[in-house]
């Protein structure tokens, strides 16, 4: 599935209710990686400051969790605009596809900015990781929150604009034909991470449903390593473990 094929099965969730018919299942998936990119973004940022800039273990956690949540979205864009938006400006009728395509372009140029603030981000990061420096570690806290609103306000006009546009036009099948084409550039390992990230967002009925709609053999993975891995990088994270 687009972004990680953990998470393939939360095209299905956006919040405690009944499952959304097949027309919304792209863009409940989108809402589901959006609000996980969010989260981890500010929390990096907020756990940056009060870290001791010298502990090169807390430093190495925080830099290398910065990196994996910094890859997801640029992978997300990258199949938004390569597979996603090109399925959607083909469903749309031609009365409409001229709009579309503006705010596909909109979206384009928004994206390309928050990419370009990821990769400064990762620099920032490495930054640290070699330095040991207040200065480094308040640089990279500040280029977290600086990335977390770019993406917040990114993310609120995608949502507004152009996840309706999927629910109206964009077919079922064209969506699982976007999700087949993905490929997910992840780890297993870094995948567990990410449905472990995904499952914190989620109340007891959408957490039963996603793992319902994994893999036996990922399911099998989530319960023999990847809940102790997820809780692990937690607490070194955070200093406490994940709230459920």
């Known amino acids: 599935m687009p972004a990680t094929a953990v998470l393939g099965s939360s095209e ?4 405690d209710r009944p499952a959304p018919a097949s027309g919304v299942r792209a863009a409940a998936y989108e809402r589901v990686l959006h609000q996980l990119v969010r989260r ?11 870290a001791d800039p010298a502990d090169a273990a807390h430093a190495t956690a925080l830099t290398r969790h910065a990196d994996l949540v910094g890859r997801v979205l640029l992978h997300h864009h990258s199949v938004e605009r390569e597979l996603l938006w090109p399925a959607l400006l083909r469903a749309v009728p031609d009365s409409r596809r001229s709009a579309v395509r503006a705010e596909v372009e909109d979206w384009t140029a928004r994206s390309a900015r928050v990419d370009a603030a990821l990769r400064d981000l990762g620099t920032t990061a490495r930054q640290w990781a070699v330095a ?6 308040d640089a990279f806290s500040l280029a977290c929150l600086d990335v977390a609103d770019a993406v917040d306000a990114d ?3 995608e949502e507004a604009r152009l996840l309706p546009l999927l629910v109206e036009e964009l077919p079922h099948a064209d969506w699982c034909a976007v999700a087949r084409a993905a ?5 297993a390992r870094d995948q567990l991470l990410v449905l472990g990230m995904a499952l ?4 007891p009925t959408n957490r039963a449903r996603l793992m319902a709609g994994l893999s036996p053999a990922v399911r099998l993975a989530w319960r023999l390593r990847g809940r102790a891995a997820y809780r692990a990088a937690v607490v070194s994270l955070r200093g ?5």
């Open 12 to 15: 299905r969730l956006t919040t």
């Open 40 to 50: 981890e973004l500010r929390m990096l940022g907020e756990l940056a400051a009060w």
């Open 132 to 137: 040991g420096t207040a200065s480094a570690r």
């Open 155 to 157: 993310v609120a006009e």
């Open 183 to 187: 490929r997910c550039p992840l780890s």
């Open 200 to 203: 914190e967002d989620l109340g």
């Open 240 to 244: 406490a473990p994940p709230a459920r």
